[in-house]
């Protein structure tokens, strides 16, 4: 099933954030050491919402929670990825891909595109790195350069698209240097040079790249069931469109049409705990600003009237009289951010709300 939906602007009230440490500027690196994501204090008079990235993938450290938690803040929120990871050959190579610009720029937050520069062996494999770290000083400027700059988080990020040849080239730079100065061997440059060498033709090419590489990932995923999932309906692809005509590809756990009805299901499951852990839940609730909204929801130029619906599944143990106080306190804002912001959320076979 393809649904087709368009979104013009987003509306949205988190309740799930978390309380933010702040920091100062000249503290960034104390600060990225610690906090996931944080109140950076810039002068006396401005702040900066900051999250940031372990990698360009979206699959890893549960980057959307980190963005997440600084939606709440009234101010402007930026979020740190590097244009790539390498880990080492025996680890993984992520690139950043447009379609992770696109969802951030969606939910107002501006994109700090950094690189990593220095790293330590890995202790359990011969070529592999790991606790990598920003270019720090990059980024602070990249900081000061944003809190001067007037326009929405959609412009900055497409003029952050237009840097990403200068800062491939100091991330593989920087790579060279990591790897001889550890001794250990990365993935090969060449290959990583032609990634490299297409972002240089401009942000027209790089979208292109980046929405087919994403519009082939949302094939296989819609086709490629976790054993661990749970799931009633079938798994679809939901392609959003946005005032400017650009193309995002997602995909939706679960679908379900009843009559001029479509339900659309981000499903998160846990096998050892009473309810998936709240980096999960956040992980959902980003699906949910999506999906709460989707305008113009059609599936085969049909309009359906489309609900969205969180779906916490559990090995089959929940029981709210074994929630501990915080995972109380978890449904009791997850339940007031639903009926907030117009989403259902189902435990099991059960609505919470």
């Known amino acids: 099933m393809d649904i087709i939906a368009k979104i013009t602007g987003i509306k949205y009230t988190p309740f799930l954030c978390r309380k933010l440490n702040v ?26 919402a900051i999250s940031w990235w372990v990698s360009a993938k979206r699959t890893r450290s549960y980057p959307y929670a980190r963005v997440y938690d600084s939606l709440f803040f009234s101010g402007k929120k930026a979020t740190i990825i590097p244009i ?21 720029s969606l939910l107002g937050t501006y994109v700090i595109i950094g690189y990593y520069n220095d790293a330590i062996p890995s202790s359990r494999y011969k070529n592999k790195i790991t606790e990598q770290r920003f270019d720090t000083n990059f980024i602070k400027n990249e900081i000061i350069n944003l809190m001067s700059y007037q326009s929405d988080a959609l412009h900055w990020n497409l003029s952050q698209i237009d840097n990403v040849g200068e800062i491939g080239k100091k991330a593989l730079q920087s790579y060279a240097k990591i790897s001889k ?17 297409e972002l240089m033709k401009g942000k027209e090419s790089f979208m292109d790249l980046s929405r087919n590489l994403a519009h082939k990932a949302q094939q296989r995923e819609s086709i490629t069931i976790q054993p661990k999932e749970k799931l009633r309906g079938s798994k679809s692809s939901i392609t959003i469109k946005n005032y400017l005509g650009g193309l995002y590809y997602f995909t939706s756990d679960e679908v379900e049409i009843k009559n001029n009805e479509i339900f659309l299901i981000e499903a998160k499951h846990t096998e050892k705990n009473n309810i998936p852990s709240i980096g ?34 559990t090995n089959g143990s929940f029981k709210i009289d074994k929630l501990n106080n915080s995972q109380k306190e978890l449904l009791t804002l997850l339940t007031k951010e639903a009926k907030m912001n117009g989403f259902k959320v189902m435990i099991d076979k059960k609505f919470l709300v």
């Open 84 to 104: 790539l990871k390498d880990e080492g050959k025996e680890g993984d190579r992520d690139f950043l891909q447009w379609d992770t610009v696109s969802l951030m």
């Open 181 to 197: 100065k550890l001794r250990i061997e990365m993935h090969s440059m060449k290959s990583a040079e032609k990634r490299i060498q």
């Open 23 to 48: 920091f100062n500027l000249k503290d960034i690196n104390e600060a990225i050491s610690k906090d996931a994501t944080f109140i950076l204090k810039v002068d006396d008079k401005s702040q900066i």
């Open 280 to 313: 999960d839940i956040k992980d959902g609730l980003i699906k949910m600003i999506l999906f709460t909204n989707l305008e113009d929801v059609k599936v085969s130029n049909r309009n359906y009237k489309h609900f969205p619906i969180l779906k916490l599944t």
